[in-house]
């Protein structure tokens, strides 16, 4: 094993991050996770924390889980590797479609089409909804529609639905007819202060006047999180998704629900969608498919979407995949991972668990002026958005809140920073004296900005 200043060295020299500048790898180090055990993480130094992450919104069964480890190293000594491209399928892939369908059958999804990750889920929906309409012969159905804030991942038909200008603009220009209306962001939108069933009525209603604009023949799918996570944790009023359900019905638009955080548990059931009392016509799942223990991604397709590729001639072919595409071994980490999860029940843990850091860091805005909005309460996604004066909402400046970050750490509590947001995602298996730790290590980092 090299030494830790070998290791920071190589890392500041060679290793580009995502998402960050890679010259900040010379001016400060990066935390280097060299183990996991249950909840907890531990860096080079030997600093043990509550991981509040969970990985990155993805471990969702903790980091011990047995059954899944011994899964993904049962598999590599049977078949490490076959692809699934037509004409060869693998007995893990078969029975991880079957795990899937059984968990979002009540979603409506009798499908599933197997990806290495998120992104590759989200281009997928995307490419087949546009085949869909052309199967159907409306082939002038290609744009999309989305929400500000969303966060589709960075392929670039995903970064063109993003709705968070940083994931964008440096790679423009992007997919056109790509159209975003505003996010059900109660603390900050462009329709002022306002109640939250007011402003989902406002953005349904700014959804059919675009729709009416770009006229309603020419646009493919809208796609949407359920409660939107990287953006902040912004959980729309419960009317919201409905609304949204009824605009793409009257337009013959295709409705995708991307689930890649939201699926398998952590927003408290084991569907965003089925939250809000919608049947999507599409689902995009990853993170928990797997707790993060293997990179795999899935789209989901309703029954509806389905027969139309099926019942269709040589042109319901699906040109697209990815050579990883039901790997193997991923495919029997999702079969364990799945079980584990319907097992160790973890909706019911998420949401009570969840209400407690909600409240928890309620209570903590009360104590602290510079939390201007807390947002969660439906599993265990948080988001505290951090102000330097309340009253103006201004945002909070990023040393302040690179000081609430390492601050926290030391005291216990791994969070993540977005812009003047703090995220929470902790493993839905967390205790209720782990969620106190994560409070406690907040409060520490409160006290110090
Ligand atoms: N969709 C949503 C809602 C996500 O949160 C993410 C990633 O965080 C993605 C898509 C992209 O997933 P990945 O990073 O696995 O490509």
Redesign the pocket.
């Known amino acids: 094993m090299k030494d830790d200043n070998f290791l920071r060295e190589m890392n500041a020299r060679h290793l580009w991050h995502p998402m960050g500048h890679p010259g900040e790898a010379h001016q400060n180090a990066p935390k280097i996770i060299k183990s996991a055990q249950g909840v907890e993480i531990t860096d080079i130094d030997g600093h043990s924390v509550v991981d509040a992450v969970g990985g ?2 993805c471990v969702n069964l903790g980091y011990s889980n047995d059954a899944i480890k011994q899964a993904i190293s049962d598999q590599l000594w049977k078949l490490p590797y076959y692809s699934a491209f037509a004409g060869t399928s693998n007995p893990p892939a078969i029975e991880a479609s079957y795990a899937v369908q059984e968990f979002f059958a009540e979603d409506g999804m009798v499908r599933a089409f197997f990806t290495s ?6 281009e997928t929906a995307l490419r087949l909804s546009r085949q869909y309409h052309r199967l159907r012969g409306e082939p002038t159905r290609t744009k999309f529609l989305s929400l500000k804030k ?5 392929h670039f038909g ?1 970064a063109s639905v993003n709705g968070n200008n940083r994931f964008r603009i440096t790679y423009e220009p992007l997919l056109p007819g790509c159209f975003h209306l505003p996010s059900p962001y109660t603390y900050r939108n462009p329709f002022g202060a306002i109640d939250p069933e007011l402003l989902a009525q406002k953005i349904a209603a700014a959804a059919v006047d675009e729709i009416e604009f770009q006229d309603p023949s020419t646009i493919a799918a809208f796609i949407m ?1 359920p409660i939107q ?2 953006g902040g944790v912004i959980v729309p009023d419960a009317s919201f998704m409905k609304l949204m359900r009824e605009i793409c019905d009257k337009y013959g638009i295709l409705m995708i629900s ?4 939201t699926g398998f548990g952590r927003s408290g059931d084991w569907s965003g969608a089925r939250h809000w009392g919608v049947k999507p016509d599409m689902m ?1 799942c ?2 928990g498919i797997t707790s993060g223990y293997f ?1 795999v ?1 899935a789209t989901l397709l309703s029954e509806k979407v389905a027969d139309v590729f099926e019942n269709a001639g040589p042109e319901g072919a699906i040109w697209h995949g990815y050579t990883y595409s039901a790997h193997p071994v991923g495919a029997a980490a999702v079969v364990a991972c799945l079980s584990e999860t319907l097992r160790l029940d973890t909706k019911t843990n998420a949401a009570a668990r969840g209400t407690q850091l909600y409240d928890g860091v309620c209570r903590l805005a009360e104590k602290y002026d510079i939390i201007g909005d807390v947002r969660g309460g439906h599993g265990l996604m948080t988001g505290i958005e951090i102000v330097s004066d309340r009253d103006a909402k201004t945002p909070m400046d990023a040393a302040t809140m690179k000081r609430i970050h390492q601050t926290a750490y030391e005291a216990g509590a791994m969070v993540r920073l977005g812009a003047h947001n703090i995220l929470m995602s902790p493993p839905l298996t967390i205790t209720e004296d782990e969620v106190n730790r994560i409070l406690s290590a907040l409060d520490a980092g409160f006290a110090a900005a």
């Open positions: 990155l919104w990750g998120g992104s590759d889920s989200v969303g966060y589709h991942g960075t995903g999180e996570g990287a991307d689930e890649v955080i995009t990853a993170k990179p991604g």
